[in-house]
């Protein structure tokens, strides 16, 4: 036996229809299954208190989209008691919530932008190229949340802080980020105060 793909150029409308009269043309014997693209969204600014169940009821109500078809991938604590969610979802439905600029999560009006695929070296843990092309610091040995070794990300006890810190030096080190200047979205004294101690005591110096 073999499979027949069939593409069909428009929404989730369309393929659903199509999808109809294929299983009524072909009677129960045939199996029909329906594929779409997928693309990831982050929301931002949601207060502590929003869950994954939140995230998935405001991209629904936003898009008319089944729930079905929403999955939260992760939920980050951010400074200042905030949150971010990862969110994979239809291409149409993430086009649709990202073109509203902001989405209603409970009580917050949360920023919405779309996730970018980064290449990560994994040697200096820096973004925009691969290990085999790195001249940096050799950062293997860390893991990639604080830049501590001997022990693996998840298992990380680290302030937000410190985690935020060298963050900020990985960036410095890519070339993202000026030392003498926050990232745009860390607007905060003591956090960037830690970042420059951080910066030019560290044992992991930028390049």
Same mark, same amino acid.
């Given at each position: 036996?073999?499979?027949?793909?069939?593409?069909?150029?428009?929404?989730?409308?369309?393929?659903?229809?199509?999808? /109809?009269?294929?299983?009524?043309?072909?009677?129960?014997?045939?199996?029909?299954? +329906?594929?779409?693209?997928?693309?990831?969204?982050?929301?931002?600014?949601?207060?502590?208190?929003?869950?994954?169940?939140?995230?998935?009821?405001?991209?629904?109500?936003?898009?008319?989209?089944?729930?079905?078809?929403?999955?939260?991938?992760?939920?980050?604590?951010?400074?200042?008691?905030?949150?971010?969610?990862?969110?994979?979802?239809?291409?149409?439905?993430? @086009?649709?919530?990202?073109?509203?600029?902001?989405?209603?999560?409970?009580?917050?009006?949360? @920023?919405?932008?779309?996730?970018?695929?980064?290449? @990560?070296?994994?040697?200096?843990?820096?973004?925009?190229?691969?290990?085999?092309?790195? +001249?940096?610091?050799?950062?293997?040995?860390?893991?990639?949340?604080?830049?501590?070794?001997?022990?693996?990300? /998840?298992?990380?006890?680290?302030?937000?802080?410190?985690?935020?810190?060298?963050?900020?030096?990985?960036?410095?080190?890519?070339?993202?980020?000026?030392?003498?200047?926050?990232?745009?979205?860390?607007?905060?004294?003591?956090?960037?105060?830690?970042?420059?101690?951080?910066?030019?005591?560290?044992?992991?110096?930028?390049?």
């Amino acid at each position: 036996a073999g499979g027949l793909l069939i593409e069909v150029r428009g929404g989730s409308t369309q393929v659903e229809a199509i999808s /109809a009269e294929v299983e009524k043309a072909t009677g129960p014997d045939v199996q029909v299954r +329906t594929m779409g693209s997928k693309s990831t969204i982050e929301i931002m600014d949601m207060d502590e208190w929003s869950t994954s169940a939140d995230v998935c009821d405001a991209v629904a109500a936003a898009s008319t989209c089944s729930e079905s078809d929403i999955k939260v991938l992760r939920i980050r604590k951010l400074l200042g008691r905030s949150q971010a969610a990862i969110v994979l979802a239809p291409t149409e439905v993430t @086009r649709k919530v990202i073109s509203y600029g902001r989405l209603r999560v409970c009580m917050v009006n949360c @920023r919405v932008r779309e996730c970018e695929e980064k290449t @990560r070296c994994f040697r200096c843990l820096s973004f925009g190229y691969h290990s085999r092309s790195c +001249t940096g610091v050799d950062r293997s040995s860390c893991n990639w949340r604080c830049g501590d070794g001997g022990h693996k990300a /998840a298992d990380s006890s680290a302030s937000i802080e410190t985690r935020m810190a060298f963050n900020m030096v990985l960036r410095v080190a890519e070339g993202t980020e000026n030392v003498e200047r926050p990232m745009e979205d860390v607007q905060h004294p003591k956090l960037w105060s830690f970042f420059k101690s951080t910066y030019e005591e560290s044992a992991l110096p930028a390049t």
